[in-house]
């Protein structure tokens, strides 16, 4: 049962509530780790995702995925709306000797991105589009992603399962079965089945592979089974 409870919903999560978790809180593992995202790490080696590729880290958060990346060599745009986790991805860069792999954009997504169209032979949303909670705020930011991303590249999206243990036991109070929003930190997100997330994919892209990835994790020490779906899209010809 939904709770019967009016809620306000905003469009995007905001900055003030990104920097609250990424400086205070850190209800989310991957706020303090560096260890890149799981599904990331297994879909870099099946796609051989190498130099001399350009890749947009679109929500960066502390930088864990732009790092891992530029480790390989590859060239990396990390762009995120919050001075503190730009900092944090400036400083990993430099401590890794990594500044001349790493550069970083200031921008609000899911607007209009600085980069001229087809800049990028990857975009990668780990974790970020989910929090676009109004359908045509998920859209335009999937618009703006194909409009950089250059003819025949591909576009990596993470997002979570409506069977995630962490997140699942939130939907008693979820406005309409998919939405959530963690009281440890404020911030929402959209859930996903599998026929929802390929259903909002396959308009707009190829659906080049799909995976259901399931593994353990722990929030506040507490270990959970989390499960999130892996996408990787094609863009389709202009």
Known sequence: MHSGTATTIPGIVSKETWDNEFGTVHAIPSSTRMEPAKALVLFTELLGIRAP?????AGTGNGRNALYLAKRGIDVTALDFSDLVLEKT???????GL???VSVVKHSL????????ESFDLVLDAYLSCHF??????EHFWAEMDRVTKPGGQLLSIAFSLEDEYYRRLLTDSPDGTLVCDPANGIWKRLYSEQQIKTLFTRQFHLE???????SDSVFEKPYRRVVFTSVLRKLSS
Do not use: C, H, M
């Open 209 to 215: 592979y799909f995976a259901k990835f399931e593994f």
């Open 90 to 96: 400036l400083r990993g860069a430099k401590e890794a």
């Open 110 to 117: 899911p607007e209009r991105t600085p980069f001229r169209a």
């Open 133 to 138: 909670l109004r359908s045509d705020i998920w």
């Open 53 to 57: 590729l350009s890749v947009l880290d």
């Open 99 to 101: 500044s001349d792999k």
